[in-house]
């Protein structure tokens, strides 16, 4: 959801280069056609609600969270259309806008202003009925040297000023809006030249909470590793929580003391409230799917796992854990329908798989970990699971295991420069960084994945922590 504020920006990055830029769009719905509606939604949370329903053509988003899911494109049949005023005998600018949305209704340049009124009175108004179509309307007001038209059933109006404000955004389920805002070029004032921008890492870390400093005080503070880009602080300190990944953005739940989960405006800069979990869990593992997030085990409820669909804001009980449960294990996704959970306590060889679509089997047909962990992290690369650190036996741990997800076999990885437990393990760009953990550790680590080695760096965090959360995210989810 955004505000008038952030609108014109938003608006203005996407349709930069669009036929639709400047054309304004209002009383475009007829009610027959809408086939979902719900409140308190971002624009990324509307469309993707539209990408879920298979009937859904166009998505509408007010600035007050208000989505109306439509099964045709609405903005076809709009009643009243702004826009530039066009000399007679070309082809005007709301013409052009619909016939471009006909053509590629799933481009960047498909998403369309909507809801919008003129900022100035009209400098000229034509009787009613002198005026039928929207073509006319735009060649008058040329003729009179006005800029700006605007064309409704009851009236042909010309501005002479462009200044007008929107209060929502109409677009197709695909692609994400969120994808069609970036800029990787900036213009010079000065000499009008376009240069490129440096590009920065993408995926950035995103770190939260945890013991951080010193005196490992609980903390919650953020930082994002590979980019400069702030991100406040959470609203109270959380330990031993986790995050993943969804399609609204981060999501952040759970902890030592508590239920909420909480999701970041990035138009506000802020942290909002997004639901309570259905129990208490810490130190336990979490994976986010096509069909919605899972957070397994952990100490509060190591026995039974939570679920939360994609799109919904109501946690269900998930599936049982197997064996006796556990907590302090880590969990990666190998496919679209698949994730394996591995190691923790007190299961410490583990290797369990679940199937999404064959609830609430666990299978056990994995081998056994050759090294016993708890307290340790593991990271998709390519075809294999890298997992590493923790606890066992020795405290903490160096050693590296790289499990095939094609064969289940394991071989032996290098070790890293120093033991740690309950650290961070995250892709920053293309690069494989493990970095914190337990005994106040700021060190950071990078995976050679081609010699399958670990390499110390000369960067550090800029405070120790431990059981904190890290996950990997597109720089455009966070600023």
Not at 119 to 148: H, M, R, Y
Not at 232 to 238: A, C, D, G, I, T
Not at 406 to 433: H, K, N, Y
Request: contains cysteine; proline residues 7%.
């Amino acid at each position: 959801m955004w505000s008038s504020v952030h609108l014109l920006p938003l608006v203005g990055a996407v349709l930069a280069s669009s036929p639709c830029q400047d054309v304004l769009l209002s009383a475009c719905i007829n009610p027959e056609n809408i086939i979902f509606t719900d409140s308190d939604l971002y624009t990324s949370e509307c469309q993707f609600f539209c990408s879920s329903f298979s009937h859904c053509v166009t998505f509408l988003n007010t600035e007050d969270g208000l989505c109306l899911l439509v099964d045709v494109d609405h903005r076809q049949t709009c009643r009243t259309v702004s826009g530039p005023s066009t000399p007679m005998g070309q082809v005007s600018s709301v013409a052009s806008c619909l016939a471009a949305l006909g053509k590629d209704p799933a481009s960047c340049d498909s998403f369309t202003e909507e809801n919008c009124q003129m900022a100035e009175e009209p400098a000229l108004e034509f009787p009613v009925g002198e005026v039928t179509n929207s073509d006319t309307c735009s060649v008058l007001c040329s003729i009179k040297d006005l800029p700006f038209f605007q064309f409704s059933p009851t009236s042909c109006q010309c501005y002479a000023s462009t200044s007008h404000s929107c209060t929502a955004l109409g677009g197709p389920p695909q692609p994400p809006i969120n994808t069609c805002n970036d800029s990787t070029t900036t213009v010079s004032t000065s000499t009008a030249q376009t240069t490129t921008t440096p590009a920065a890492p993408d995926p950035v870390i995103l770190i939260t909470g945890g013991f951080a400093g010193p005196g490992s005080d609980e903390s919650s503070s953020t930082t994002v590793l590979g980019s400069s880009c702030p991100v406040p602080p959470l609203p109270s300190p959380r330990v031993s929580h986790v995050s993943v990944l969804f399609p609204w953005g981060v999501l952040v739940c759970g902890g030592s003391d508590q239920l909420d989960c909480l999701t970041l405006d990035t138009d506000r800069q802020e942290w909002r409230h997004h639901s309570v979990m259905n129990v208490r869990r810490y130190i336990s593992a979490a994976v986010a799917m096509p069909d919605g997030v899972y957070v397994l085990g952990g100490l509060g409820s190591m026995e039974s796992s939570s679920f939360l669909p994609h799109g919904y804001s109501e946690w269900e009980q998930g599936p049982g854990m197997p064996r006796s449960g556990n907590y302090d294990a880590c969990a990666v996704k190998i496919s679209e329908t698949s994730f394996l959970l591995i190691g923790g306590y007190p299961s410490t060889k583990q290797v369990a798989q679940f199937y999404t679509d064959t609830w609430p089997t666990w299978y056990l047909t994995w081998p056994e970990l050759e090294v016993e962990r708890y307290g340790h992290t593991c990271a998709r690369i390519g075809e294999a699971v890298v997992i590493t650190g923790g606890s066992y036996a020795s405290w903490p741990k160096t050693e590296t295991t790289i499990l095939s997800i094609s064969s289940g076999l394991q071989r032996v990885g290098g070790e890293m420069g120093e033991g740690r437990e309950r650290f961070g393990l995250a892709i920053l760009g293309d690069r494989l960084m493990a970095f914190g953990g337990n005994g106040r550790v700021d060190t950071m680590e990078e995976w050679d994945q081609e010699a399958e080695v670990w390499i110390a760096l000369d960067e550090r965090l800029e405070t120790p922590r431990s059981r904190f959360t890290a996950v990997s995210i597109p720089l455009s989810e966070l600023c």
